[in-house]
C-alpha cells in the first residue's frame, strides 16, 4: 500500500460545481497535512495547509481526520481557472510524502 | 520575501553526458533545500534534501549526486546521464519541520 493516495481522477465537472477530492495516509505518526495544486507542466504551488479542526479559504475547504488518516479539499463554484492536478501532502518529521494527484478539468 | 531560481528552464542532453543543474533562494538564511523528479504522468519523488552547507541526504540510490556549496545554493549533477534521467526536476526550499516547501519553476530534461 503506497504511503498517500488519492482519488484516481480525472474529474471533469461545470462551472459552478461542487467538487470533493480525497485523500488517505498509511502512517499513524504523520502530523503536518497540505494540499498544493499543479498546473500542467509548472511547478507545485501551496494552495492550503490543513488543520485539525478543519480550514476555509474562500471557496475552499480543507478537513482532516486523524482516526481515519483522511484528509479532503472541498471547492465550491468552480472557476476554469481551477482546472489543475491537486496533490495532497502528509508531513512525518521531515519528510514530505507527495500523493499522486488528481486532475480536475473545469468545463464551461 | 523570499524567491527560489532554477536553470536552465528546458535541458536536451545526450546519454552518457555530464549533468549540473542549479538553484538558488533568496531572501532567507539556512533554509531546507530539496531536489524532485517527476517523471511524465506521475507523482514527484524526492531525491536529495539539506538542512544545512554541506550536509546531503539521499533518498533515492542512482547515478545522482547533489552539492550545497553554499548556504543558498543547491546543485544536483550527474557525472552520466542515462535515458532514465529524463524527467521534471524541481527545486524546494522551506523552513525546515513541518512548514510547507515552496517550488522553484522547474527543469524540463530530455535525454536523447
Known amino acids: 500500500r503506497k504511503e498517500v493516495e488519492q482519488d484516481p481522477g480525472p474529474f471533469n465537472v461545470p462551472e459552478g460545481a461542487t467538487v470533493a477530492f480525497n485523500c488517505t495516509y498509511s502512517n499513524s505518526a504523520s502530523q503536518s497535512f497540505f494540499w498544493y495544486r499543479q498546473d500542467c507542466r509548472k511547478e507545485p504551488k501551496l494552495l492550503m495547509s490543513?488543520?485539525?479542526s478543519g480550514n476555509e479559504d474562500g471557496r475552499f475547504t480543507a478537513q482532516l481526520n486523524r482516526a481515519s488518516q483522511y484528509i479532503s479539499l472541498l471547492i465550491r463554484d468552480s472557476k476554469l481557472s481551477d482546472s489543475a492536478t491537486y496533490l495532497c501532502v502528509v508531513v512525518r518529521g521531515q519528510n514530505f510524502v507527495f500523493g499522486p494527484g488528481t486532475r480536475l478539468s473545469v468545463l464551461p | 520575501s523570499q524567491t527560489i531560481h532554477q536553470w536552465p528552464a528546458t535541458l536536451v542532453q545526450p546519454v552518457g553526458s555530464p549533468l549540473s543543474l542549479e538553484c538558488t533562494v533568496e531572501g532567507t538564511s539556512n533554509p531546507n533545500l530539496y531536489w524532485y523528479r517527476q517523471a511524465a504522468g506521475r507523482g514527484l519523488q524526492l531525491l536529495f534534501y539539506?538542512?544545512?552547507?554541506?550536509?546531503i541526504s539521499s533518498e533515492v540510490p542512482q547515478n545522482l549526486s547533489a552539492s550545497r556549496p553554499q548556504d543558498r545554493q543547491f546543485i544536483l549533477s550527474s557525472k552520466k546521464l542515462l535515458l532514465s534521467d529524463s524527467g521534471f526536476y524541481l527545486c524546494?526550499?522551506?523552513?525546515?519541520?513541518?512548514?510547507?516547501?515552496?517550488f522553484g519553476d522547474g527543469t524540463r530534461l530530455s535525454i536523447l
Open positions: 524546494a526550499w522551506s523552513w525546515g519541520g513541518d512548514q510547507p516547501q515552496h
Open positions: 490543513v488543520y485539525s
Open positions: 539539506s538542512v544545512g552547507i554541506g550536509q
